[in-house]
């Protein structure tokens, strides 16, 4: 959503809140990804009006000038020219990014919903041009899972510093319910998690919590927790 001054005085305060904005809001489910964070964005001494008045519809392509970034709660002001764009967060994932269908990925991709490079450090999907490389996407994920598992060190086995919230989880691709001992956890930071997950100020309060099956790299659960 994006909003401009129309027959109001310049400049107008303002004060906007939203939830969500310092961490996720939205879960993912059995190793799904988090929703994004809710954000607001000021484009400074934009010509959108100018253009609208022409009969011109601006998108976000068409907003060139300086932008600011903003938090969850704040007051500022808009003049003539300044375009407030809000984006909202979406729904959490349904499982390990690593298994989503690739003919999916793909059309993602295509369309513009992920970038190329997502498609491959996020689902281990490998493009060639507009097709899938099958092989190349099945080695990379099969790397992926194992870059997961390497990072297992005498801290992080069996539950790591913080005990699992329960003593099995079920791993999809083992089809088996995996015992604590068998799982790893990771931390991460959120951004690392996709770019709109943005990374700001909640680094310091918030991370990613990973946990891994140790059998076959899968990812069980992804949580946000305090850091």
């Known amino acids: 959503m994006a909003f401009i001054l129309h027959r109001a005085q310049s400049p107008l305060g303002i004060v906007l809140h939203g939830l969500g904005c310092v961490a996720p809001s939205t879960p993912g489910i059995a190793g799904g990804h988090p929703g994004a964070t809710n954000a607001f964005e000021i484009v400074r001494g934009s010509d959108v009006p100018a253009k609208m008045a022409g009969g011109y519809i601006a998108d976000r392509g068409d ?15 808009l003049a003539e020219g300044d375009v407030l764009i809000g984006r909202n967060n979406g729904g959490g994932g349904f499982g390990d990014p690593l298994e989503r269908e690739i ?74 319910l995996v015992p604590a001992e068998k799982t790893l956890i990771q931390t991460d930071q959120l951004q690392g998690l996709g770019r709109f997950v943005l990374s700001t100020v909640k680094e310091r309060f918030f991370r990613a919590e990973k946990i891994i099956c140790l059998e076959c790299g899968s990812l069980l659960e992804v949580n946000i927790k305090k850091a």
Not at 63 to 75: C, D, Q, T, V, W
Not at 130 to 150: H, K
């Open 63 to 77: 907003l060139k000038a300086r932008i600011e970034s903003s938090p969850g709660i704040f007051k500022t002001s």
């Open 103 to 176: 003919d999916k990925v793909r059309e993602d991709l295509l369309s513009g919903a992920v970038s190329a490079e997502w498609a491959r450090r996020g689902y281990g999907v490998e493009m060639a041009g507009n097709q899938i490389d099958n092989s190349a996407t099945r080695d990379l994920r099969n790397q992926l899972r194992g870059e997961r598992i390497a990072q297992v060190d005498s801290d992080d086995a069996g539950g790591g510093p913080e005990p699992l919230s329960r003593a099995e989880l079920k791993c999809r691709r083992c089809d088996a």
